[in-house]
């Protein structure tokens, strides 16, 4: 069967399960098995496909067809520009997270300072960060030992040497040092939320999405206790759901920053809350 008639078998398949992005999804899971890029799919889209790489093909869209994410079926997910590699005991990067390093890299204009990422998972906001301020420090900490390793090896493999990372419950392994950008992406979905029974959502780890409180316990947690290891004049920034801006700046106002802002993602629903120290 020709690339350009399997792909269109795929996508129809895809479409009938339910995924948002079916085309896509088939052209990525393609590519994956062939070793090329989707500017080659488009190429030689008459090209035939050998039996083997058909049949793995078609095995990755059947469970990609159950829902199974396709940044777990590939092992991998870009972010910022950088190709993360991806596991099921960390949540997939996702677009609306690159919010959350604009705005952290608004406020690191100094050549040189300290940053830390609480709840690092696959390593994608301290990497990118890290990336972009390649004299800064950057401390990323996660509470499960098998993100801190995917997050080190990410690091390794894009050959950021400027960002560390350890296992630390949020702040308990950080040490007495101060930063001057402290960001998190932390659980925030009620445990009652429809998005957990959605999409990729359903196969990540429920550890990493809800929060006690309506989902805004670990924010509450995090907007106390960063006051303690910000510099003066140092920022925290909480990426958190799109219903959840209010509160979070209420509970920033609360606690004594100032500057409290919250910023929107690109499809213009609130995403990141920041206060000053």
């Not at 092992?75 to 005991?89: A, D, I, N, V, Y």
């Not at 509160?247 to 809350?273: C, F, I, K, N």
């Amino acid at each position: 069967m020709r690339l350009d008639e399997l792909l269109a078998h795929a996508g129809t398949r895809l479409d009938d399960a339910g995924s948002s992005s079916p085309r896509r999804d088939a052209e990525v899971l393609l590519c994956h098995v062939l070793g090329v890029d989707r500017s080659w799919l488009y190429t030689w889209g008459d090209f035939d496909l050998a039996g083997f790489e058909r049949a793995r093909f078609e095995s990755l869209v059947a469970r990609r067809a159950q829902g199974q994410p396709v940044a777990y079926l590939i092992g991998g997910r870009e972010f910022w520009g950088l190709m993360l590699e991806t596991s099921p005991t960390t949540l997939i990067p996702r677009p609306d997270t690159e919010t959350l390093v604009s705005v952290a890299l608004t406020h690191a204009n100094s050549p040189e300072g300290r940053f830390l990422d609480l709840g690092c998972g696959t390593g994608a906001i301290a990497l990118a960060f890290a990336s972009e301020r390649p004299r800064w420090y950057v401390l990323g900490v996660d509470i499960v030992s098998e993100a801190v390793e995917l997050a080190r090896h990410n690091a390794v493999r894009l050959a950021v040497g400027n960002a560390e990372f350890r296992v630390s419950d949020w702040f308990g392994s950080v040490g007495a040092g101060h930063f001057d950008v402290i960001a998190a992406n932390p659980p925030y979905l009620a445990d009652d939320d429809p998005h957990l029974e959605l999409g990729d959502v359903r196969f990540e780890p429920r550890s990493a999405l809800v929060s006690a409180d309506q989902g805004l316990a670990d924010l509450q947690t995090l907007v106390e206790r960063a006051r303690h290891h910000l510099t003066p004049g140092g920022h925290l920034l909480l990426e958190h759901g799109a219903e959840q801006g209010e509160p979070v700046r209420e509970m920033l106002h609360a606690a004594g920053y100032t500057g409290v802002m919250t910023q929107a993602d690109l499809a213009g629903r609130d995403r990141v809350s920041r206060g000053r120290r």
